[in-house]
Every structure is written in C-alpha cells, then in structure tokens.
C-alpha cells in the first residue's frame, strides 16, 4: 500500500511560473489546466444529463397509461431521438472525458495534458454543438424526430427542416471528440513519469488509451455519414437514394460501423473505472490485470467486425447473419474475462462497502444483467423476434444506465474527496445509491417483459397488455430522476464544505493520485515523480 | 514538457490526425466497396447481368416459377403493376412479359424503376435482355403505356431455388429530369442514369 507523503517535492510550488487560478470568467474561458477542463466537461455533462433526463421523463409520463396523454406523437419522437443523442454524445462521452482530464495525468505522473490548447478548444466547442442541437426544438417543423440513430431515408427525404442544424451539431461534437482524443494519446504515450511504464498503468488510463484510438477510428466515420446526409439533403447526390441509384441499407452499414464502436466507447472507461474501485474496497490487487489489458483491447478489435448485428432483419445473406452472430458472442468471451476477474479481485477481500464500491457492484452485477440480454439479442433467428422492441431498450439502458452512468457516479463519489479536499457524506452517498438502484430496475427491468411480448420502441401509444408494466416503469423512471437531485446535493455540498480528507482519502487506494494532497494542488507534478 | 517530448508529441499528433482525415476518407470509400462487395457475393439482390444472355441450352428437365412486384414510394402517383403476377419458366428460355403504368396526375412526369431480386443468391442467374428499367419513361398526364420486360432465367441457377421474386420501386425523376433538361437540352426521356 503507498505510503502517505506530504512532503513530496514535486507537490512543492517551487516554480514561479506556477500560479493559481485565474480570476473570475477569464479562467473558465482561457484555461489550459487540465483539472479546470475536467471540471467543466463534468459540469457540462451534467447539465445534460439533465436536459436528457427531462426528456426521458416526458417520455415516460407520455407512457405512464396507453392512449395518447400529453404530447404529440411527433413531439414524442423528437423527445426519443433527442434523449438519445444528449445522452450518448452529451452526457456520457462528455463526462469520460472529464474524468480522463482530470485523472490521466495525475494518474501517470504529468503535470498537465500534452496538448493544453486544443485541450481548451474541444471542450469550448462542445457547449455550441449542442446549442445548435438544442436550438432545433424551437424551430418550425421541430427538432430531429428520426431516433438517435437517424436512418435514412427518414432522416433525408422525410426529415424536419432542422435536420441540417443536428448534422452540423455531429460535426461539431465529433471535432471535439477526435481532437480529445488525440490529446489523451498524446498524454499517455510521450507524458508518463519516468518508470511508468505501459504494464504498469493504471486500468482507467489503459481502457481510455483504447478508447481513444477506438474514437480516432470511428468518429470520422460519423463525420462521413452526416456528411454524406447532408449532400444527399442539399447538394443532389444519391448516397442513400435508391431512386438515384443509392441505397438505404449502405447507411445502416456505415453508420453502424460507426455505432458499434461507439457503444464500446461508452463502456470501456466504465470497466477502467470499476478496475480501480473494486481492488480499493477489496483491499487486494486487481485480479489479472494484464488478462485485463488483453480484454479490453480484444474488445475494441471485435467491436469493428460485429455491426451487422444492429441490422439481422435488413434481409442478409445467412453467411452474414451466421458471421456477425458469432463474432458477436465472441465477444461475450473477453467481457466475461473482465466480470470473473472483478469477482475474483473481491474473493476473500476485506470489502467495505462505501458509496462508491455499492457502485461498482452494482455495475457488475447490473451490466451483466445488460450484457447476457445482449448475447439474446446476438442469436440471429431470435433476433427477429426482438428486434426493434422495448427488449433492446430494456438491453442497452441495462449497459448504459447501471453501466456507464453508475460507473461515472462510482468514479465521481470515488475521486470527489481528491478533487474537492472534502470527505464524502457518505448517508446521502447511500442513500442516492438505494434511491437510484431501486429506480434504475423498476424502470428497466419490466422492458424485456414487455418486449418480449412485442411492444414496439419509439411508439408514443401501446396495447392495452402493456399497460402494468409500462406504469410501472413510469414509476422507477420519476424515482431514478428524481433520485439524481440528491446527487447534485451531493457534490454541491461536497464542493462547499465538508470533513477535510486525507492526501489517501480512501485506506486501500493504489496510485499516483493518492500520493497528493486534497484537494489536489493547481498544479501537479511538475516535476515527474519516479515509479518504480 | 522538454523539446525532445515536444518534437515526439508533435510527431505523433500529425500522425493521429492523419488517421483521423484518413477514417473520414474511408467512410466514404465504404460506398464503393459496399457496391463491389454487393457485386462480388450477390448480396442485396442488385447484380443481375444486363444485354443479351450467352445461355446455352434450354433445361426442360424443371421448371422456376418468376414472380413480379411492384411498389411504390409514399410520394409516386403513378399506377404501377404488373400484367402478370407470375411465370413459370424453363431455365434458359426467352421470356417476355409487360408492366402497365398510368400516369394518373394532370402533369407531365419521368419515372424510373429500380428493380431487385429475391432470393439475393438468384439475382446472378436472372438476365434481363431488354429492361424498361434500363430507361426513364416519360408519360404524359393522364395517359398510360405498357413497358416490356425480356427475360432469360440462367439453367444454371442452384436446384434449391425454385421461386424467384423479382421486385420494382417505382420512382419520380420529374425534378431531375427538368434539371437535365436545362442543362444538356437533352431528347426527353432518353438519358440513361
């Protein structure tokens, strides 16, 4: 276990250079500093998680009773689509790249990212894509209503005058995207303090260097496909027209080779997150961590050759169904490497059990909940029957919901004291985690009954048999939003005042991060410190 | 950060930015490939020979029943059908058989079909010799044609295949073609895709 040193020099302001915060607004805007980003992405993140979870409220209260109650269909479809997109690239992309600002340099040993500037540019161009994207709400004809995953030709011939604004928004989130990324690989590979080497990183700065190449590879391709949207939209081409000779299906392909990829951008940080939390809690090393390393990156290399199974029923050949059935539950392989290596580190541990351990469980258990209805959904024959119901939404909010978020507000309480010098008040820890456990499953667990049963997704009204479990998953929605107030009281509170923390925080923490005092100093290692 | 570290992160974002412009580029070049890869295996059903066939023989050994469909887009007036619904076929033999079109709106319109074969595996063994799908049709308000289809099903098409589904959508080209019009004065109705 790392022994508690305060009087480490490089925590020492020797530097004149080295200064505090700028004052006032001025900080905000021109910061280079790498925590200062970090904050912000998380704060942006946030707030739309808050906007997105608004709109997942209407939807809900919408299905709270079959029949049509409170909003128009084609308000609801621009909810569905609009809940998506914030969610995805403005609430979970944003806050993991928050958490990388924050956490990878001060987790290798740098004293800021390789790239400060552009740092500063990707985050200051986010807040303006989704302006824009926000913006469409209020147009004539309203904001995009074709899901988030815009098929066309719904989201060409048949779209809302605003779809040019969300492609705009893509290119603008995706820029922002692409450019994080390189700066995270630029931070890993050249920035690393003296001895830290690749095998010897912490699991969160492995999973992000993954994602980040996986970013790199798939984001341009979202570029491409909006892009190419946009020229059939307004400049006459036929990418997606079949009376021009294009074809629909050719956007399904490419915009899933972006979207597979995609979702396992949205995971893999969670699963570098849960490896640093579990091994703290458990007070023992991770179990196999380079079997880890191995599994994260054998993941991302299957995610590129698996996006034909969004898309079984589009009328493929058998060859295609059969290839992207099993290359799909392959990769149940690596993923299940991960899961029993989680148990196996908690396996006669001295396990404590404070809020953000019941976060981590809960994501483990949670998401294999997610990822075995995932491996339903890969049984090409099956899939017919499940396609397009409330079983895939029930399926992915199980990865996302209790897989992502849990693992951002698992890292947050876990990384809270580091940032803010303040202990956590674990009561209201717990009882945000209970209130969101709780919500979190009656709202989505009814879903695979339902869909199973064949409630179709993205539907504003439903059969009458539907009715019990879709009240009932109203019911769990409003306690999971509502649940998240306690979180922002939380921080807030966390952020204001509290029982000083220790430079540890937390007795069984491993890792740079801990070797600082909290809250962490402005600036951090400035001089490298040495690993051995 | 030293200058060293400055040149090698230089050096690499250049690189990583490269890959980025690059995967932008391969985005696109997945419409190509999506075309060769369709033509290569058959799939998607859009690879059937066009022109005179070089069939062999006639196999009257079995016979393969041709069905025909016909749709039409949400915003296609036109009525659109076939004169037969289907056809049983030896493999090999030269078929014909017509679609009627009616231009039932008071404006002058160009339409063109797009067809597609069901099974995917068929659609190789299915050879249109002479296609009104080949061209746009014109047609005048209210009036209404007849439009061939010359045919030859391959004797080499699998023996599991016994029904083939040939399929059109039907689609409005009015707008391109006023555009065309314009820009090459070309003969009305005759230029090809």
Redesign the interface.
């Given at each position: 276990m790392a022994t508690v040193d305060v009087d480490l020099p490089h925590v020492k302001d020797e530097d004149p250079h080295h200064h505090g915060p700028a004052k006032g607004l001025g900080r905000w805007l021109y910061t280079t500093n790498h925590k200062d980003i970090g904050s912000m992405y998380l704060i942006f993140s946030l707030s739309m998680f808050m906007i997105g979870g608004i709109m997942a409220l209407i939807i809900r209260a919408e299905l709270f009773q079959p029949g049509l109650q409170l909003v128009e269909p084609n308000f609801f479809n621009q909810m569905t689509t609009m809940h998506g997109l914030i969610m995805v690239f403005g609430a979970v992309m944003p806050a993991f790249v928050g958490l990388a600002n924050w956490m990878i340099p001060m987790q290798i040993g740098a004293p800021d990212m390789?790239?400060p500037r552009m740092n500063n540019w990707s985050f200051w161009i986010l807040p303006f894509a989704f302006l824009i994207l926000l913006s469409s709400l209020f147009m004539p004809g309203g904001a995009p209503n074709f899901g988030w995953t815009f098929y066309a030709p719904l989201s060409t011939t048949y779209a809302p005058e605003s779809v040019t604004f969300f492609i705009f928004g893509v290119h603008i989130m995706g820029a922002s995207s692409?450019m994080g990324?390189?700066n995270i690989?630029?931070t890993i590979?050249?920035?690393r303090a003296p001895g830290m080497t690749l095998m010897k990183m912490p699991l969160f700065v492995w999973t992000w260097l993954i994602t980040a190449f996986l970013l790199?590879?798939?984001?341009?391709?979202?570029?491409?496909?909006v892009t190419?949207m946009l020229m059939d939209i307004h400049f006459?081409t036929s990418?997606f027209n079949?009376?021009?000779?294009g074809?629909p299906?050719?956007f399904q392909?490419?915009f899933w080779?972006?979207g597979h990829p995609e979702v396992y951008i949205m995971i893999l940080p969670a699963f570098g997150i849960i490896s640093e939390i579990i091994p703290t809690f458990a007070r023992k090393r991770l179990f196999g961590y380079s079997s880890m390393v191995y599994a994260v990156a054998s993941i991302a290399l299957l995610s590129f050759v698996v996006w034909a199974h969004h898309m079984f029923t589009v009328?493929?050949?058998l060859v295609?169904e059969v290839f992207f059935m099993f290359a799909t539950m392959l990769i149940a392989v690596p993923t299940g490497v991960k899961v029993f290596n989680w148990v196996a580190t908690m396996f006669r541990g001295s396990m404590t059990f404070e809020t953000p351990m019941l976060f981590a469980i809960a994501f483990v258990v949670l998401f294999t909940i997610g990822g075995f209805s995932g491996l339903m959904l890969a049984i090409a024959p099956a899939d017919f029957q499940y396609h397009d119901t409330y079983f895939v939404v029930a399926h992915f909010h199980y990865v996302l919901v209790p897989g992502a978020i849990f693992s951002i507000m698992a890292a947050t309480y876990y990384w809270l004291p580091k940032w803010t010098g303040h202990q956590l008040n674990e009561t209201m820890g717990k009882l945000h985690f209970w209130l969101s456990f709780v919500g979190v499953n009656v709202t989505f667990f009814p879903m695979h009954f339902v869909g199973l049963a064949g409630m179709p997704r993205r539907i504003p009204d439903y059969a009458l048999q539907f009715a019990d479990f879709n009240s009932m998953a109203s019911v769990g929605a409003f306690i999971f939003g509502f649940s998240q107030l306690v979180f922002i009281y939380n921080v807030i509170q966390n952020v204001r005042a509290g029982e000083k923390a220790t430079a540890q925080v937390w007795d069984g923490a491993q890792g740079l991060e801990w070797t600082i005092p909290s809250p962490a100093p402005y600036h951090t290692f400035s001089k490298p410190p040495k690993v051995d | 950060m030293t200058e060293q570290n400055q040149t090698k992160t230089n050096r690499l974002v250049v690189r990583l930015a490269t890959a980025a412009i690059a995967m932008f580029g391969f985005g696109f070049a997945l419409v190509p490939l999506y075309d060769v890869f369709c033509d290569i295996t058959g799939l998607n059903g859009k690879n059937f020979s066009q022109g005179p066939a070089d069939v062999a023989s006639v196999d009257r050994s079995r016979t393969v029943k041709v069905q025909f469909v016909t749709v039409n887009p949400a915003d296609m007036p036109w009525e659109f059908k076939p004169t037969l619904r289907s056809m049983r076929v030896y493999p090999g033999e030269d078929q014909t058989t017509t679609f009627y079109a009616k231009n039932s709106t008071a404006e002058w319109m160009v339409a063109q079909a797009v067809p597609s074969v069901t099974p995917s595996e068929a659609a190789p063994y299915l050879h249109k010799v002479n296609c009104f799908c080949f061209d746009r049709q014109p047609l005048d308000a209210g009036t209404d044609t007849e439009m061939p289809l010359l045919f030859v099903v391959d004797p080499e098409l699998p023996e599991h295949i016994s029904t083939i589904t040939l399929s059109y959508a039907l689609y409005d080209l009015t707008d391109d073609q006023k555009v065309t019009q314009l820009t090459l004065d070309n003969d009305k109705g005759r230029t090809s895709l």
């Open positions: 390789a790239l692409i990324a390189i690989i630029a590979l050249n920035m790199i590879a798939v984001m341009p391709v979202l570029a491409g496909v190419m006459g990418f079949a009376a021009g000779g074809d299906v050719l392909h490419v080779f972006f009328g493929m050949p295609g | -």
